[in-house]
């Protein structure tokens, strides 16, 4: 059933960009690229069905960094982006891949930060802009962007940039690019609001989809728990803890369940943070850098906001309310098992909600397993197993003495070896995470 498999040698790449993404680590062209990148290479319009993490980024950027004139430092190319972050993680990675093609120049800009030094950055000639919707057009009726020279526009997860609200902005940049370009667009979701964009922006797109196949290929396990919405913080604290999650994110429906829901895992101690549109985006990439260092262990986030995290070590994905659309779960379970990593996610279903849990399994041709959120009584066993194997492999590995002063000196005071390490396993196993 397999397709044959196109290697980076069959995409006709600049020497300059495959050794770019070979010090990048891409040894085989992502389901997408290969997919992508020859029909793009042809001048043809796509709608790229893929969500983040399946290497869209480069699907598009591979053959646009090989069309631009890196001669000429007029803009040709233009990237929208629905977020901050992930304009800044779109830039980031085609400045990477293009580390040694000469005279290329990427320039993001977005909102929130003063305007005159992109200002200056796109004066001295960029040829690929990568931006939000409001202040591309804060720059186009500055006049400080020239739109007549785009030969390609893009559109990164143009679904998301409808949710934001975004549409009339988008029109207007379509609008005033020239008509005669390639227009690329790439969507999580194909809701009738997209498919009407590209029919009016689009001519003979070609509609490339990976969705389903790379969660077929997924590594992540799955479970799901029956409960009453009264239940789910409780459950969430306790598979946390009964695992020993270091890293994981939790996805609520709404802005108010995010907050709810993060004062009650501040109450049970858990080092907690959130994410939701109403978070000021400093404060949000402070949040994103903590999670990524496992400076917090937890956080909490609606699906826009976490749009653009881009997190490898995340252990588990919650998914405290079902989502609305069965892609959006593709996407939120796509946060973990990156990079080769094991990785969980747990489902919160109410009654009402199991038909919706059997048409995501359903879809997405995997099975989802009914979990049982562990008790107390199980948490402490699993404490007290991973505490016994911590001790065991600190014994094994030696270097104790320092230790054994310690220990002879409360001996001395008279108190007895066994009576000292019941007290240690006591302060050990009741010790909050
Ligand atoms: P994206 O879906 O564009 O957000 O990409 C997800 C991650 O995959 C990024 O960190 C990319 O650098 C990486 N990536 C993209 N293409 C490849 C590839 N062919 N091989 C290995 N990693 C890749």
Redesign the pocket.
């Known amino acids: 059933m397999e397709t044959e498999t196109i290697t980076f040698n069959d995409l006709y790449l600049s020497r300059e960009l495959r050794r770019g993404?070979t010090e990048?680590?891409?040894?085989?062209?992502?389901d997408i690229?290969q997919k992508a990148i020859p029909i793009i290479q042809e001048g043809r319009d796509i709608i790229g069905q893929?969500?983040?993490?399946?290497?869209?980024?480069?699907?598009f950027g591979l053959p646009l960094l090989d069309s631009v004139n890196a001669r000429s430092k007029k803009t040709q190319a233009m990237i929208l982006c629905p977020t901050r972050e992930l304009a800044n993680?779109v830039a980031d990675?085609l400045i990477k891949i293009s580390k040694y093609v000469e005279g290329i120049k990427i320039v993001a800009v977005y909102g929130g930060k003063p305007i005159g030094q992109q200002i200056r950055d796109i004066k001295k000639g960029a040829q690929i802009v990568v931006g939000t919707p409001g202040r591309v057009i804060d720059h186009i009726e500055r006049r400080t962007l020239r739109m007549d020279n785009i030969e390609v526009m893009i559109l990164d997860e143009a679904d998301e940039m409808l949710n934001m609200g975004f549409r009339e902005d988008i029109e207007q940049i379509l609008d005033n690019a020239p008509v005669e370009r390639q227009t690329l667009f790439f969507s999580a979701t194909m809701p009738k609001p997209i498919l009407r964009l590209t029919k009016e922006y689009q001519q003979n797109p070609e509609h490339i989809n990976v969705v389903k196949r790379e969660l077929t290929a997924s590594k992540v396990e799955q479970y799901y728990f029956e409960m009453k919405g009264s239940q789910k913080a409780d459950a969430v604290r306790r598979l946390i803890e009964a695992n020993n999650f270091k890293s994981c994110l939790i996805f609520c429906n709404t802005k108010r369940e995010v907050d709810a829901l993060l004062v009650k895992l501040k109450a049970y101690g858990h080092s907690v943070d959130a994410l939701h549109g109403d978070i000021k985006q400093n404060q949000r990439e402070i949040t994103m850098k903590k999670l990524r260092d496992e400076k917090i262990n937890v956080l909490v986030a609606t699906d826009v906001a976490a749009r653009g995290l881009?997190v490898d070590n995340i252990e588990a994905v919650f998914n405290y309310d079902l989502p609305h659309e069965t892609e959006i779960y593709v996407h939120r379970i796509g946060r973990t098992a990156r990079a080769g990593r094991p990785g969980i996610a747990y489902s919160f279903v109410t009654r009402r909600e199991m038909g919706k849990l059997r048409a995501i399994q359903k879809y997405t041709k995997t099975k989802i397993t009914l979990g049982k959120v562990p008790s107390y009584k199980d948490i402490e066993k699993l404490k007290e197993t991973s505490i016994a194997d911590e001790v065991i492999q600190t014994m094994k590995s030696g270097k104790l003495e320092k230790y054994d002063n310690w220990v002879n000196q409360l001996a001395d005071e008279g108190y007895e070896y066994n009576e000292i390490a019941s007290a240690l396993a006591k302060i050990l196993l009741t010790k909050k995470n």
């Open positions: 993404i990048m680590g891409y040894r085989e062209p992502t690229q893929a969500q983040t993490g399946t290497g869209k980024t480069a699907a993680q990675e881009d």
